[in-house]
């Protein structure tokens, strides 16, 4: 069952020095119980894609644009264009959010226990004190210790891991369909990435919800999602299940993300490789493909192929790739 | 909190030794002023040096500096006596010496003076601390749009309006040009002689000092409450699925009240050293007045006096701001 379908979503931002095309036509599906990963690096519109229909973004200097379809406990719901209100509803109950950096994430002068109850009471007419159970039952299911006494602590007081699991506690509080990770381990040390990467695979297999996992780390992907969609200047420029992608990369930017990746299996004193150039500038992206200018593999190409952006094209079975390499293999998408 | 009267016992320490240092600096700077403060007893056309020599006998004027300064820090914690006999004045603890150009203990003219500046700082506390926070919520929800723009308008001109003309226009409008004026035109009338005189005699005053504060508070609570909406916290707020009213009122505010009271205390403390120019203005009997006379006068007792108590106010506001935020910050208590 598809939960989330975002179609050609399109995020604009006005600025003085002009418009800026964050998210440039972004689509994929959202199954219940999946993984799904956007990687990229900063600036490739992974984290955009996603505030933008959370109603999160500043709206005043913002044009969204597109289809996002949520499937809700009263139905199918557009979240593009939707009030702020009907938003308000949809953020923590339906679709839930985690962050990257949970030292700053929770509020630095109320309890942990006042901001986990706050969650559950704006979407639950209930007592205080069916909350604060819910609280209790939380924490201790993401791995606090003591959680009753816990509630009265405050953020200060928690680590870095601690605070992110807080976090997900705090997430799941209303039981969400939809996770949206938002680079939750970039700010966490390595061993404490690792239990929370396993903690959020755990409880996403006791409640069966979805997760869109946001991050630039394809070592993280690997051992957490089922599909991966990599996203460059705004678009998406891949697009398949995490095997292949791993397996058989397409697109010459997801090769380079994996080539800069340090392999245990590759020996010592080989040097890693690093794609060559910088991520283009969101505001003169013309019309042509975005990663030319950074791209080996262009001159196997015709003088002139690299002018026009080429198509999202399923090359085989579940694989979709945004590439002109791949111009006359399978269909478009 | 068993850690928090550690905190303030080590830092009431520190505020006293301050304060020590404060009243040595204070002393040491007058006393090198090119006066002869004997003489000064005396008026403006005395010659005579034998009253001159009397009096630098009964205050002590003779002695040589450290004594003097013995003798007036005993004298605020037992009392001093000046003159010796059936002439002597004594002036009970604390003493801050004998003014002769008032001809009264020093203390007995603070006492008479502080209330007056109290009551004057404390309505334009209230005053602007609603007016500042409130347009600077309504400017910064508003952002952009009308209310904002008005608000920064009152900002501009609050903030380029000098306190003398803003008083002196409400006197010409409100108490000159006004037929039938509720407002006094003959200054201050204390309370306890009579409550509602003191009221309308103190409202012009309160307006007067609140405008200029009220238009800096407006900007200041404007730009924190901005600031603070960026903080990752807020977007943690929102992705709950929080109302923007709660956001604001739980979440933004309460992160801006730390700097608020700050800047708050500060300018309280500031103020109860004397509000120079409204007082000025109204012809209140403040220690704003109190300490222009004194400096017009040359009368250098109250001088020091009134500089040792401004500082002495600014120190222990210092200190219970520090104590208050173990109370609104968390992370200070620890």
């Known amino acids: 069952m598809t939960l989330l379908q975002v179609r050609d979503l399109r995020v604009e931002f006005k600025t003085p020095d002009g418009l800026v095309k964050a998210v440039a036509g972004v689509s994929f599906d959202l199954k219940a119980g999946e993984t799904v990963a956007i990687v990229g690096e900063s600036g490739s519109g992974k984290s955009v894609t996603n505030l933008a229909y959370m109603g999160l973004l500043p709206s005043s200097k913002t044009n969204i644009t597109g289809s996002v379809l949520l499937e809700t406990d009263k139905g199918v719901v557009e979240l593009i264009g939707m009030d702020n209100d009907g938003l308000r509803k949809v953020r923590g109950q339906d679709i839930a959010m985690i962050f990257q950096d949970p030292m700053s994430a929770l509020h630095p002068y109320y309890t942990i226990g006042d901001q986990l109850i706050e969650a559950h009471q704006v979407h639950n007419d209930v007592d205080k004190s069916v909350s604060r159970d819910r609280a209790i039952e939380l924490l201790s299911l993401v791995g606090v210790a003591d959680p009753a006494e816990r509630l009265k602590a405050y953020p200060h007081q928690f680590s870095g891991g601690m605070r992110q699991r807080v976090m997900i506690a705090m997430a799941l509080m209303n039981n969400p369909k939809v996770l949206i990770a938002d680079e939750p381990t970039t700010a966490l040390d390595v061993t404490v990435q690792a239990q929370i990467l396993k903690l959020l695979r755990d409880l996403q297999a006791r409640f069966g919800m979805a997760v869109i996992l946001i991050t ?69 992206l013309g019309e042509g493909c975005a990663f030319a200018a950074r791209c080996e593999r262009k001159k196997e190409l015709p003088e002139g192929t690299c002018e026009t952006s080429p198509e999202l094209r399923e090359v085989k079975a579940g694989h979709l790739v945004r590439c002109h390499l791949y111009e006359n293999k399978g269909v478009a998408k | 909190m068993s850690g928090i009267w550690a905190y303030v016992t080590r830092r009431l320490g520190l505020t006293l030794i301050i304060l020590l240092a404060v009243s040595f600096a204070v002393y040491v700077i007058f006393s090198l002023l090119p006066y002869d403060p004997a003489a000064l007893t005396c008026g403006k056309n005395c010659n005579d040096p034998g009253i001159i020599e009397a009096n630098r006998v009964r205050l002590g004027y003779d002695k040589p500096f450290w004594e003097q300064y013995w003798l007036f820090l005993s004298g605020l914690f037992v009392g001093r006596s000046f003159g010796t006999g059936a002439a002597a004045i004594f002036c009970p603890a604390p003493s801050f010496g004998y003014s002769f150009q008032q001809h009264g203990c020093v203390t007995n003219l603070l006492v008479d003076a502080l209330p007056v500046t109290i009551y004057l700082a404390v309505g334009a506390l209230i005053l602007w601390l609603i007016v500042g926070v409130g347009l600077g919520i309504i400017s910064a929800k508003f952002r952009g749009k009308i209310w904002d723009t008005l608000s920064t308008a009152f900002v501009l001109i609050g903030t380029s309006l000098p306190t003398f003309l803003t008083g002196l226009m409400l006197i010409i409008f409100l108490v000159i040009k006004l037929d039938g004026s509720p407002f006094p035109s003959d200054g201050y009338t204390a309370p306890e002689e009579d409550f509602g005189q003191f009221l309308l005699s103190m409202v012009l005053p309160w307006v007067t000092l609140a405008f200029a504060f009220a238009a800096i508070y407006t900007r200041f609570v404007r730009s924190q409450i901005l600031e603070i909406s960026t903080e990752d916290y807020i977007r943690t707020a929102k992705a709950k699925g929080l109302s923007d009213g709660r956001i604001l009122g739980k979440h ?15 300018d309280f403390a500031g103020l109860l050293g004397g509000a120079i120019l409204t007082e000025a203005v109204f012809n209140l009997p403040g220690m704003g007045r109190l300490s222009l006379k004194a400096v017009v006068d040359i009368d250098l007792p109250v001088i020091v006096a009134t500089t040792i108590l401004a500082a002495a106010i600014v120190v222990v506001m ?13 992370r200070v208590r620890v």
Do not use: C, W
């Open chain 1, 216 to 284: 630039h780390d394809l070592g993280v992907v690997a051992g957490a999602a089922d599909r991966v969609n990599v996203m460059y200047g705004g678009r998406l420029v891949e697009s398949t299940g995490v095997n292949e992608l791993y397996a058989n990369p397409m697109m010459p930017y997801t090769v380079g993300l994996l080539d800069s990746i340090p392999r245990m299996d590759q020996g010592h004193g080989k040097r890693l490789r690093a794609i060559p150039g910088q991520p283009p500038s969101l505001i003169k």
């Open chain 2, 318 to 330: 210092n200190m219970i701001l520090d104590i208050a935020y173990a109370f609104i910050d968390p």
């Open chain 2, 252 to 266: 933004t505010l309460r992160a801006a009240l730390a700097p608020i009271v700050t800047m708050a205390g500060l």
